[in-house]
């Protein structure tokens, strides 16, 4: 499979032979799902509690006694039912989400992606980025060079650059990443997928 690799103007520099096992496969949706679960699965704290009756203040002594007041016996003023009482079968903030799902799986999915990404024509590769500075402008004529500046674009990079890092941040729709935080859900969540060439070769040394 051939891409091409064009410069940050949006010239055509060369062709660039991509490996087929990763970006010529046929998508696995079930293993993207899967994996996208888990991960959404991973980002959640599980740390909601509420208060049981032992851990209520009060309550220490019946509210009155057991019998003859032609009233229902009570123990204590924090039992569930009462006003102010303990909550009973609520959140103990003990709660574990975590999925667990196997290396083949995760390693299918995430080719997957790449691949949805290059099949659909939705990947662009460029040389590399050359910023002196940190620069919001020049990131944004990038974007607009490549006529993706009104797309969701993930920006994958070999190293975390934080120049190039530092001149996406103030961009609407725009995430920049290095190929070790690549992931699942942030390139489905993409529209268009932008990465360097360095990139490219260092993702097909550990998913080839």
């Given at each position: 499979?051939?891409s091409?690799?064009?410069?940050?103007?949006?010239?055509?520099?060369?062709?660039?032979e991509?490996?087929?096992?990763?970006?010529?496969?046929?998508?696995?949706?079930?293993?993207?799902?899967?994996v996208?679960?888990?991960?959404?699965?991973?980002?959640?704290?599980g740390?909601?509690?509420?208060?049981?009756?032992?851990?209520?203040?009060?309550?220490?002594?019946?509210?009155?006694?057991?019998?003859?007041t032609?009233?229902?016996?009570?123990?204590?003023?924090?039992a569930?039912?009462?006003?102010?009482?303990g909550?009973?079968?609520?959140?103990t903030?003990?709660?574990?989400?975590?999925?667990?799902?196997?290396?083949?799986?995760?390693?299918?999915?995430m080719?997957?992606?790449?691949?949805?990404k290059a099949?659909?024509e939705n990947l662009i590769i460029?040389?590399k980025?050359?910023f002196?500075?940190?620069?919001t402008?020049?990131?944004?004529?990038?974007?607009?060079?490549l006529?993706?500046?009104?797309?969701k674009?993930?920006?994958?990079?070999?190293?975390?650059?934080?120049?190039?890092v530092?001149?996406?941040a103030?961009?609407?729709?725009?995430?920049?990443?290095?190929?070790?935080?690549?992931?699942?859900?942030?390139?489905?969540n993409?529209?268009?997928?932008?990465?360097?060439?360095e990139a490219i070769q260092?993702l097909?040394?550990?998913?080839?």
């Amino acid at each position: 499979m051939k891409s091409q690799v064009i410069d940050v103007k949006g010239t055509k520099l060369k062709d660039l032979e991509l490996n087929d096992n990763i970006w010529a496969i046929t998508p696995h949706t079930q293993a993207m799902f899967d994996v996208i679960l888990a991960q959404q699965a991973a980002a959640r704290q599980g740390t909601s509690k509420v208060k049981t009756r032992a851990e209520v203040s009060g309550g220490g002594r019946k509210p009155w006694k057991q019998k003859g007041t032609g009233r229902a016996r009570q123990g204590s003023i924090r039992a569930p039912q009462w006003r102010g009482g303990g909550v009973a079968f609520g959140p103990t903030g003990e709660k574990n989400y975590k999925l667990t799902v196997n290396k083949k799986v995760r390693v299918l999915a995430m080719k997957s992606a790449l691949a949805d990404k290059a099949q659909s024509e939705n990947l662009i590769i460029v040389d590399k980025f050359i910023f002196s500075e940190p620069s919001t402008k020049q990131m944004s004529e990038v974007l607009t060079n490549l006529k993706i500046d009104n797309q969701k674009v993930l920006i994958v990079t070999k190293e975390s650059d934080q120049l190039v890092v530092k001149s996406g941040a103030n961009i609407q729709k725009v995430n920049v990443i290095s190929k070790n935080q690549i992931n699942v859900l942030d390139l489905v969540n993409a529209t268009k997928l932008l990465v360097t060439e360095e990139a490219i070769q260092a993702l097909e040394e550990v998913y080839a």
